[in-house]
Nanobody, 121 residues
């Protein structure tokens, strides 16, 4: 069973930077898209940034120009570089992978356990 292992969260002052990493524990037949989502208590999980199989990216307006998403297909890793962090970026960040584990399987959605990011004023 594939797992997504996240790292890099923590506490930082406003204006600081953090780098989140997500690593898949094994390769799968096909990765359609990988992305980062975030969630605060009482709110729905929202997309922060994603990258699809051909490198196309989607970046949320709230983080555009501050966050950068990159994917290393060979290593099956996903990175979110977060610069100029703001207190409103405080949330639990989740890694998501959508793909097919085997050639004859259906498309499956995988989530990481989440990593906490806290930005102080």
């Amino acid at each position: 069973q594939l797992q997504l292992v996240e790292s890099g969260g923590g506490l930082v002052q406003s204006g600081g930077s953090l780098r989140l990493s997500c690593a898949a524990t094994r390769r799968i037949f096909r990765v359609d898209v990988m992305g980062w989502y975030r969630q605060t208590p009482g709110n729905q999980r929202e997309l922060v940034a994603s990258v699809d199989f051909d490198g196309g990216t989607i970046i949320a307006d709230s983080v555009k120009g501050r966050f950068t998403i990159t994917r290393d297909s060979a290593k099956n890793t996903l990175t979110l570089q977060m610069n100029r962090l703001k207190p409103e970026d405080t949330a639990t960040y989740y890694c998501k992978l959508v793909g097919k584990p085997w050639s004859d399987s259906s498309t499956t959605v995988y989530w990481g356990q989440g990593t906490q990011v806290a930005v102080s004023p």
